[in-house]
């Protein structure tokens, strides 16, 4: 019993440690050093689902008890963190940096700076420690955005992409276009390229948006099978038995309106649509599959970024990695972000795309665009193993 | 004569019970304690100005979530970054506006909204010891008043298809101890109920899969065991209980997906073909009328002094008589309205999207608009009420109205 008790009562005692290390100092830095790490790890671990609240909140009082001696390992533990668990360091990390405020007292500048500067650090923590230390030196931004166009962090390319362009649209003509293509370079967000672009079209620069957001852009598509009623999304047609049984599809299947074909369905967009109603025929109560090849030089965490705004099933390899049974409730760029893990070679991308038969103006589109990213956002293209950058070498020099 | 005698007589009963019913004091969750707008012997300002601005707080990011109030202390959310993935709770105080806490997470599910809504669109709830915030993403957070994480819940990543592209709207309420939410959407559809103290599913119901942007309203019973949710939804209510989730009745007449209904002396308030009333007879309810001419567009009906208060979509304020529904009196505001307005003191205050503000003098026969103010500063949130002060949000702004 009495193990039991001690047991659920662990950070109960950690905390106890602390303190009496205060007090008396009869604990070693080991053991002080030990409690702290693991109130992170059970921070860091934090479950899904509520459970365990009870065992966190009694590591947030050890890790409040430590003070700012908590502040570093709170942001190395984001490196395994769970996503519950990134909120509970990032909450714990944030009412310690008050109490250290109110106290008029300062963080530690150094050791933050460090690792705001470390790349191999969760870009989560980095942004909080960036965060944090802007508000006792302003003049953070200055130092360090401006080298961080590349960053593993989508906030801090942002800034960087931002602090570029206020220069370009200052610029003169000539170094304004050279200001822009280096601002286009770490841009990741659809509002940024999207400005960049017409000031450097309107200068007479060529920019492929759809290559620089790694938008698959060539498909094979097959269709219109029956989807009225919506019936068809849950049904398997001929297509997604083979994809499911000998990832070999066939030339030709009975579709809803007589037999349909593979044909090449080519995107022509800045953003990587393929819009079957306009390309093609807006077959109402219908649905299409649609097939890419994707080569990657290695094998490969990325993410694909969807958007849509018809019911949709996305296989990478033969497995379904998302479905979504949902119809006009608008659509964007990356709408839907699904990591994949993509082996050498050839990977095999299929998308299933549903039109219902809804009748008012807002739901005639049957569209999707499709790209492959990484973490940050930025555009992957097939054989390349991460985004690459002619600045990127320079930046490091 | 006689039958004029005894409606007269119901109505004034009604309304005292109502009276009776009404507490002044904290404004805990969307639409108030009692999730009906209406606040009791709050002295708020009638006429809106300048004046009786007491104070303007700025807020980060955007949001359409509405302030509540507990004690001096008034919460509200946002959400910032490109992807609106930053979610916020802050604290002001009540009397200075002066920020008593900020603390800010990380969306886990997906953040994607219509660009008049935010992913702080629902309204925050508080028991005066825990608030809980609620995001479209479906991240739910519970700190205690002083901004300590007491549980966060990843509903989005728990249930990865119960999301709306054009954004989440439902706010979360608290009945007894637990916290009901409902996530509805065209490809996954649940309600469920949180042990407020720990975070942990206590029940979880399947539930129409349509999108659906209502709130649960609350009849509160003597005891935890005796109260009940009501979720609304296209198919009509279902009544639950808080504690287990077990279903009481269902009214399966339809009903509106925005507005949501509201309760006043046991007596339901439907926006469901206009709006309909039921009563609640023990374990079961009861239809009384239906009146298709209150036909409430976003903001959901106020129910005062014997009339059910309904803003339409032509920013027309009507008011129906409780007891059978027949039209009393309508007054044209400017809308359109987003907001659900909120009734103190024999006044209504609604903000239309645009930012003006209306007070709105109700009496028997008419209503009367008395002030308006142009905030100059767009408005979606419903307003919150407590401590001597009615609260409203812009996205840059939390301002609070007293008197000077």
């Known amino acids: 019993m009495m193990n039991k008790r001690f047991d659920r009562g662990r950070p109960q005692v950690f905390a106890a440690l602390l303190l009496s290390f205060f007090i008396t100092a009869p604990v070693s830095a080991r053991d002080f050093r030990d409690a702290v790490d693991e109130a992170v790890r059970i921070l860091a671990t934090a479950k899904a689902g509520g459970q365990g609240s009870k065992e966190n909140q009694q590591a947030v009082i050890t890790l409040a008890t430590a003070g700012d001696k908590s502040l570093m390992p709170l942001l190395m533990g984001f490196e395994d963190a769970t996503p519950e668990g990134e909120n509970w360091l990032r909450n714990t990390f944030e009412q310690i940096a008050d109490q250290v405020r109110k106290k008029e007292k300062q963080l530690p500048a150094t050791e933050l700076e460090d690792f705001i500067l470390n790349t191999n650090h969760s870009s989560q923590a980095r942004r909080l420690a960036y965060e944090s230390l802007l508000q006792q030196d302003p003049g953070l931004q200055k130092r360090l955005i401006p080298a961080m166009l590349m960053d593993a962090s989508q906030e801090f390319r942002r800034d960087a992409v931002s602090m570029l362009l206020e220069k370009a649209d200052a610029a003169a003509a000539d170094e304004a276009v050279s200001l822009y293509r280096r601002a286009l370079s770490g841009a990741v967000h659809e509002d940024q390229v999207s400005r960049i672009a017409e000031r450097l079209r309107a200068a007479g620069e060529v920019v492929d948006i759809s290559q620089h957001f790694g938008f698959v852009t060539t498909w094979n598509v097959v269709g219109p099978f029956d989807n009225r009623e919506e019936k068809g999304f849950a049904q398997v047609f001929a297509p997604e038995e083979e994809l499911q049984n000998s990832a070999e599809f066939k030339a030709e299947y009975a579709g809803m309106n007589g037999p349909v074909k593979w044909q090449v369905l080519q995107s022509e967009d800045d953003y990587g649509i393929v819009d079957i109603a306009g390309q093609l025929e807006n077959y109402k109560g219908s649905l299409m599959y649609l097939t890419s090849s994707w080569d990657s030089p290695v094998q490969q965490s990325l993410q694909i970024r969807l958007g849509t705004p018809n019911a949709w099933k996305l296989w990478v390899n033969g497995k379904l990695v998302f479905q979504r049974e949902e119809y006009h409730r608008s659509t964007r760029m990356d709408q839907y972000v699904v990591p994949v893990e993509l082996s050498a070679g050839p990977n095999q991308l299929v998308v299933k795309l549903c039109q219902n038969e809804q009748t008012q103006d807002w739901a005639q589109k049957y569209q999707f665009q499709l790209r492959v990213s990484d973490s940050a956002g930025a555009g992957v293209l097939p054989g390349q193993a991460v985004a690459q950058n002619v600045y990127a070498e320079e930046d490091a020099r | ?404």
């Open chain 2, 1 to 404: 004569m006689k039958a004029i005698f005894q409606k007269t007589i119901t109505v004034v009963i009604f309304t005292l019970l109502i009276s009776t019913s009404l507490t002044a004091g904290d404004w805990k969750q969307f639409r108030g304690d009692a999730t009906n707008s209406v606040t009791g012997s709050e002295n708020l300002p009638i006429e809106l100005s300048g004046s009786t601005i007491a104070w303007k707080a700025e807020l980060p990011g955007r949001g359409l979530s509405g302030p509540i109030v507990v004690g001096t202390d008034v919460l509200v959310s946002s959400s910032s970054g490109y992807f609106q993935d930053r979610l916020h709770m802050l604290c002001f105080d009540t009397r200075s506006g002066e920020q008593k806490w900020h603390r800010q997470f990380k969306a886990i599910g997906r953040t994607m909204t219509h660009e008049k809504m935010a992913n702080a669109t629902p309204t925050m709830a508080s028991d005066g010891r825990r608030v809980v915030a609620f995001f479209s993403s479906n991240d739910l957070i519970c700190t205690d008043m002083r901004g300590r994480l007491l549980w966060f819940r990843g509903l989005g990543s728990e249930f990865p298809n119960a999301s709306n592209s054009l954004g989440m709207s439902s706010s979360p309420v608290i009945a007894g101890s637990t916290l009901v939410v409902q996530v509805e959407s065209d490809a996954e559809a649940f309600a469920c109920g949180v042990d407020l103290a720990t975070g942990e599913t206590r029940w979880q119901l399947e539930r129409p899969r349509a999108a659906n942007w209502t709130s649960p309203s609350v009849i509160t019973g003597k005891t935890e065991e005796t109260s009940l949710v009501l979720l609304q939804s296209s198919k009509g209510l279902t009544a639950v209980r808080p504690l287990d989730g077990s279903i009481v009745w269902n009214f399966d007449g339809g009903a509106a997906t925005i507005p949501s209904a509201t309760v006043a002396n046991g007596t339901i308030f439907v926006p469901s073909n206009g709006i309909t009333a039921l009563q609640v007879n023990g374990d079961a309810v009861e239809k009384l009328w239906n009146a298709a001419n209150l036909a409430p567009a976003t903001a959901s009906p106020v129910v005062y002094n014997g009339q059910c208060l309904v803003l339409n979509s032509s920013g027309v304020l009507s008011a129906g008589d409780v007891l059978d529904g027949n039209r009393i009196w309508q007054l044209r505001l400017r809308g359109p309205f987003s907001s659900s307005p909120v009734v103190s003191g024999g006044h209504l205050y609604a903000f239309n999207e645009s930012g003006t503000a209306f007070v709105v003098q109700l009496e028997p026969d008419r209503g009367t608009i008395i002030s308006e103010l142009d905030l100059g500063e767009k408005v979606l949130c419903s307003p919150g009420v407590g401590d001597g002060g009615l609260f409203v949000r812009s996205d840059q702004h939390l301002i609070r109205f007293s008197r000077p």
